[in-house]
């Protein structure tokens, strides 16, 4: 018998029986069951899941926002209570109107109640529920039904909510000319205390002739002619406002002691300007005050504005208030006939031997050194300024008249005075001073522009300026409670034009310390007249 040869092939594995797979595979769907229904029971039970978390998990109740719900929300019973109460107010106007004040006392009574509810969900932060608001919705519209019986149709309701609106926007209207009024008068007034440092002064400069001795070295000082020197000119008649911006100018300044201002007041406010320049020292910088009167060659008989100022139907105008209801009530300020606010057109014929000067505002407050504006070149123009885009010649002036339109561009950029560099030299070269008395003359009716020195500085200075970068004259802070803290920042002078100036009470209050710092606060004088 032969045998078999040995066979070497590896042993095949046994496979498993088909039940013994069925039985782990149950086993496991089995399992993977009893898992899912374990953690959803886990889930579903929320004091498992407070008593598993507490130390770590926090539930937030979210608040009820009346408001929301009222806007978002059509079927809301906050939303239909609030429809309801606005019809019942207008049927109240009605009702009253028609003598009917039984129903408008009913209405009236119901929307108090609406309010009470309203405002007691709002409180408990929780929507109102059906049982609460019901009744009054029931209520308040048997009400309405009944006020439309009563033959308020709609086209009665929309006649009379008619008159009454307009009749609220002429009490509207006439709260804001009132408003605008107030406004006015207060910015012309001069605050109380402002006064009281006037009166000190003027005492001092009446009874210390130590002080008179002082001005008199200062007005024949060498340096008031010198025009190697930084010349400033400031005409006012507010000694705090004018004190602030000399300060401010040397304080941000190298070379302080080579600054010299030149101020012109007025006879009331001489002495005590006076006397506070002497008493007071500003880093070695000179300042020669002197008043408007003592110019006898501004007379009626050079300029026109002087014999303007002194008719007699203009002083009426401002002092007998003799203006028109419709006239704007910021062209009843006083200024407007005061000689200092038109000197900024002669001041050639003021400092006759200067050759270049920096004028400023009394509203202004200096925050870097200027003396750069002295090295500029005005490429032969008279006026360096900083021209505004939004400022354009047709805001001031009437382009009807032919006599402007057929010479002028009604879009050409304006300016602001604030901050001007004068070269004296090619002032006197241009005549501009003779242009303007010529637009003076020509303005003699009040037909080319109302009131005030900036239009006549347009046509005037008109192809005569050098645009000056507008960083250094950044306007507004006396009107505008919006300017940009980057641009007051940035800004060389800062301009509070308008009616908000920083030494009234209603001045703007974000703007204030930037005028309040340059201010010697601690002063016994004003301190004395603060507290007392």
Same mark, same amino acid.
């Given at each position: 018998?032969?045998?078999?040869?040995?066979?070497?092939?590896?042993?095949?594995?046994?496979?498993?029986?088909?039940?013994?797979?069925?039985?782990?595979?149950?086993?496991?769907?089995?399992?993977?069951?009893?898992?899912?229904?374990?953690?959803?029971?886990?889930?579903?039970?929320?004091?498992?899941?407070?008593?598993?978390?507490?130390?770590?998990?926090?539930?937030?109740?979210?608040?009820?926002?009346?408001?929301?719900?009222?806007?978002?929300?059509?079927?809301?019973?906050?939303?239909?209570?609030?429809?309801?109460?606005?019809?019942?107010?207008?049927?109240?106007?009605?009702?009253?109107?028609?003598?009917?004040?039984?129903?408008?006392?009913?209405?009236?009574?119901?929307?108090?109640?609406?309010?009470?509810?309203?405002?007691?969900?709002?409180?408990?932060?929780?929507?109102?529920?059906?049982?609460?608001?019901?009744?009054?919705?029931?209520?308040?519209?048997?009400?309405?039904?009944?006020?439309?019986?009563?033959?308020?149709?709609?086209?009665?309701?929309?006649?009379?909510?008619?008159?009454?609106?307009?009749?609220?926007?002429?009490?509207?209207?006439?709260?804001?000319?009132?408003?605008?009024?107030?406004?006015?008068?207060?910015?012309?007034?001069? /605050?109380?205390?402002?006064?009281?440092?006037?009166?000190?002064?003027?005492?001092?400069?009446?009874?210390?002739?130590?002080?008179?001795?002082?001005?008199?070295?200062?007005?024949? +000082?060498?340096?008031?002619?010198?025009?190697?020197?930084?010349?400033?000119?400031?005409?006012?008649?507010?000694?705090?406002?004018?004190?602030?911006?000399?300060?401010?100018?040397?304080?941000?300044?190298?070379?302080?002691?080579?600054?010299?201002?030149?101020?012109?007041?007025?006879?009331?406010?001489?002495?005590?300007?006076?006397?506070?320049?002497?008493?007071?020292?500003?880093?070695?910088?000179?300042?020669?005050?002197?008043?408007?009167?003592?110019?006898?060659?501004?007379?009626?008989?050079?300029?026109?504005?002087?014999?303007?100022?002194?008719?007699?139907?203009?002083?009426?105008?401002?002092?007998?208030? +003799?203006?028109?209801?419709?006239?704007?009530?910021?062209?009843?300020? /006083?200024?407007?006939?005061?000689?200092?606010?038109?000197?900024?057109?002669?001041? /050639?014929?003021?400092?006759?031997?200067?050759?270049?000067?920096?004028?400023?505002?009394?509203?202004?407050?200096?925050?870097?050194?200027?003396? /750069?504006?002295? +090295?500029?070149?005005?490429?032969?123009?008279?006026?360096?300024?900083?021209?505004?885009?939004?400022?354009?010649?047709?805001?001031?002036?009437?382009?009807?008249?032919?006599?402007?339109?057929?010479?002028?561009?009604?879009?050409?950029?304006?300016?602001?005075?604030?901050?001007?560099?004068?070269?004296?030299?090619?002032?006197?070269?241009?005549?501009?001073?003779?242009?303007?008395?010529?637009?003076?003359?020509?303005?003699?009716?009040?037909?080319?522009?109302?009131?005030?020195?900036?239009?006549?500085?347009?046509?005037?200075?008109?192809?005569?300026?050098?645009?000056?970068?507008?960083?250094?004259?950044?306007?507004?802070?006396?009107?505008?409670?919006?300017?940009?803290?980057?641009?007051?920042?940035?800004?060389?002078?800062?301009?509070?034009?308008?009616?908000?100036?920083?030494?009234?009470?209603?001045?703007?209050?974000?703007?204030?310390?930037?005028?309040?710092?340059?201010?010697?606060?601690?002063?016994?004088?004003?301190?004395?007249?603060?507290?007392?």
């Amino acid at each position: 018998m032969r045998r078999r040869a040995a066979d070497y092939r590896r042993p095949v594995r046994r496979r498993l029986s088909v039940w013994i797979w069925l039985l782990l595979a149950c086993f496991f769907i089995a399992g993977f069951i009893l898992l899912l229904v374990v953690q959803n029971q886990e889930y579903q039970d929320p004091t498992t899941v407070l008593e598993k978390n507490a130390a770590t998990v926090q539930f937030t109740h979210r608040t009820l926002n009346v408001t929301e719900e009222i806007a978002n929300n059509a079927n809301s019973y906050a939303r239909q209570l609030l429809e309801q109460m606005t019809l019942a107010k207008a049927y109240i106007v009605i009702a009253k109107d028609h003598n009917d004040l039984h129903l408008a006392w009913e209405l009236s009574s119901k929307i108090r109640s609406c309010q009470f509810l309203l405002s007691k969900a709002a409180m408990r932060e929780d929507p109102m529920t059906q049982d609460e608001a019901e009744p009054l919705i029931r209520s308040l519209s048997t009400l309405i039904f009944k006020a439309q019986d009563a033959h308020y149709d709609i086209a009665t309701t929309i006649m009379t909510m008619k008159s009454h609106i307009q009749a609220l926007e002429e009490r509207t209207n006439a709260a804001t000319v009132q408003s605008t009024f107030f406004g006015q008068l207060a910015a012309e007034a001069l /605050p109380k205390n402002l006064h009281c440092l006037n009166v000190k002064l003027l005492a001092d400069w009446l009874t210390k002739k130590k002080l008179q001795e002082v001005t008199e070295q200062i007005k024949n +000082s060498p340096r008031l002619l010198d025009n190697n020197l930084y010349h400033f000119c400031l005409f006012s008649d507010n000694l705090l406002a004018v004190s602030g911006v000399v300060n401010s100018t040397v304080s941000n300044t190298d070379h302080p002691k080579q600054l010299v201002f030149h101020v012109v007041t007025n006879e009331a406010n001489y002495g005590a300007m006076q006397a506070w320049f002497a008493i007071n020292d500003f880093k070695g910088s000179m300042v020669e005050v002197q008043k408007v009167e003592d110019f006898t060659w501004l007379n009626a008989s050079y300029s026109p504005i002087v014999r303007k100022l002194t008719e007699a139907d203009l002083r009426a105008y401002y002092f007998e208030g +003799s203006r028109e209801p419709n006239d704007e009530p910021k062209f009843g300020n /006083p200024k407007y006939v005061s000689l200092l606010n038109h000197l900024r057109f002669y001041v /050639p014929e003021i400092y006759p031997r200067l050759e270049k000067v920096v004028f400023l505002d009394d509203d202004v407050i200096v925050q870097k050194d200027l003396t /750069p504006l002295f +090295s500029v070149d005005l490429h032969g123009n008279v006026n360096e300024l900083s021209k505004h885009a939004f400022h354009r010649f047709y805001k001031y002036l009437n382009f009807s008249n032919p006599v402007l339109s057929s010479k002028f561009d009604p879009q050409a950029c304006g300016w602001a005075f604030g901050l001007n560099v004068f070269d004296l030299v090619a002032w006197r070269k241009a005549n501009v001073t003779a242009t303007y008395h010529y637009w003076l003359q020509q303005n003699d009716d009040g037909s080319l522009w109302k009131l005030g020195t900036l239009p006549p500085g347009l046509l005037a200075f008109y192809g005569l300026t050098e645009p000056l970068d507008r960083r250094w004259h950044v306007l507004g802070l006396g009107y505008d409670v919006n300017v940009d803290n980057r641009l007051i920042e940035t800004a060389a002078v800062i301009h509070f034009n308008g009616n908000l100036k920083p030494w009234l009470k209603f001045g703007i209050g974000r703007y204030k310390p930037l005028w309040e710092r340059y201010v010697n606060q601690t002063h016994p004088y004003l301190i004395d007249c603060v507290t007392n």
